[in-house]
């Protein structure tokens, strides 16, 4: 019997073989001595494609996005970032336990922070409120279901960020998907924000690791809050390697996870009372008429298909480099069959 089809998560994909290859010959040296010739090549050309004067190479996105919340920001203040962004709920108090910082959750209007939203959320200077030192933006934004950005949107925030005298960080963890889905440029998504973290184990589908990239002055000081933070690295040239592997040859066929997601999503729309969020990228959010996500996700594991929960009421499903668009076409009609058997009579 084949295996079920995994769409919990981009971040399920196993390393091709020419990855493992490139590990495997990759030439390596004492990365904390900044010593890693691997490594050093990779960075160098991760902050070339995000137009950024250096990139810093992390062990997750997490620690990237927290690292950059602490060169940015400052103990006893807060940040403003939308209220379902990846960092208030994902990132275990993160904020909060290692930069000393609040998080303020922008409640959007619509799915994702827009400059109004976080204008509406500022607050009025007095004794007693907290002064904000960072913006953070999430593009695309995960929680809302893969929903991109706009070139002109992230603008309009970096101008209320501006006339606050903010920094921006944009965790840009599936910054690859907007891009592709928009069309914009790295770099000019990237120029929206002084730091900007990028992730390689989901879409590119490497096994590890993240960039952060920004000035030379802020990468620097995440270098010290990597370190810190207990994410220094020795050899890891043999880690970078797959990742500059999966830059090299995964990025062109982004755009291909997009089409199954669409396909899927067109599929289970609709079905028993469900609702799909219309998929902008590779990420399905399926809204249930009920709070019965954990049922659904046991039958359509039975009918061979592994998909996330999400809430009680949302499940998720998540196109991927390990998951061909037949097999997506193949699981589409099971995820739509595991939903009408929960909610049937
Ligand atoms: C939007 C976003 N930011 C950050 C991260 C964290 O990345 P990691 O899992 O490498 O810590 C994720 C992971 O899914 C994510 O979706």
Redesign the pocket.
């Known amino acids: 019997m084949t295996a079920p089809l995994d769409l919990r998560?981009d971040?399920v994909t196993r390393p091709t073989a020419a990855m493992r290859r490139a590990m495997a010959e990759a030439e390596v040296g004492d990365d904390v001595l900044q010593d890693d010739p691997t490594t050093k090549r990779f960075e160098a050309a991760v902050a070339e494609r995000l137009g950024k004067e250096r990139a810093l190479f992390f062990p997750?996105?997490?620690?990237a996005?927290q690292a950059a919340l602490w060169v940015l920001g400052a103990p006893g203040t807060e940040v403003y970032v939308d209220a379902e962004?990846?960092?208030v709920h994902?990132?275990v108090a993160a904020t909060a336990a290692l930069c000393g910082m609040q998080v303020r959750p922008v409640k959007p209007v619509g799915l994702v922070m827009r400059a109004a939203d976080l204008e509406a959320f500022v607050r009025t200077p007095s004794a007693d409120a907290p002064e904000a030192s960072v913006v953070c933006v999430?593009n695309t934004?995960?929680g809302a279901g893969g929903v991109v950005s706009s070139l002109d949107e992230l603008r309009a925030i970096r101008t209320v960020a501006d006339r606050l005298g903010l920094p921006v960080h944009l965790?840009g963890?599936?910054l690859w998907n907007a891009a592709a889905r928009s069309g914009t440029a790295l770099e000019a998504f990237a120029a929206t924000a002084d730091t900007v973290?990028v992730?390689f184990?989901?879409g590119l589908g490497a096994p590890i690791g993240?960039c952060l990239a920004g000035s030379a002055e802020a990468i620097r000081r995440a270098r010290i809050a990597r370190k810190r933070f207990g994410g220094g690295m020795r050899q890891s040239g043999v880690i970078t390697a797959a990742a500059h592997h999966a830059l090299e040859h995964h990025l062109a066929r982004i755009a291909d996870d997009h089409a199954a997601a669409r396909q899927l999503a067109s599929v289970v729309d609709g079905v028993a009372g469900a609702r799909v969020v219309p998929p902008d990228t590779n990420i399905v959010m399926i809204d249930l008429p009920a709070p019965r996500a954990a049922e659904v996700q046991a039958r359509a594991l039975a009918l061979g298909v592994r998909i996330g929960v999400w809430t009680a009421s949302r499940v998720r499903a998540v196109t991927h480099l390990d998951a061909p668009a037949d097999r997506v076409a193949e699981a589409a009609p099971r995820i739509a069959q595991a939903i009408e058997a929960t909610f049937a009579g």
């Open positions: 998560s971040t997750s996105g997490t620690m996005n962004a990846h960092i994902s990132e999430e934004h995960n965790d963890a599936r973290m992730s184990s989901k993240a």
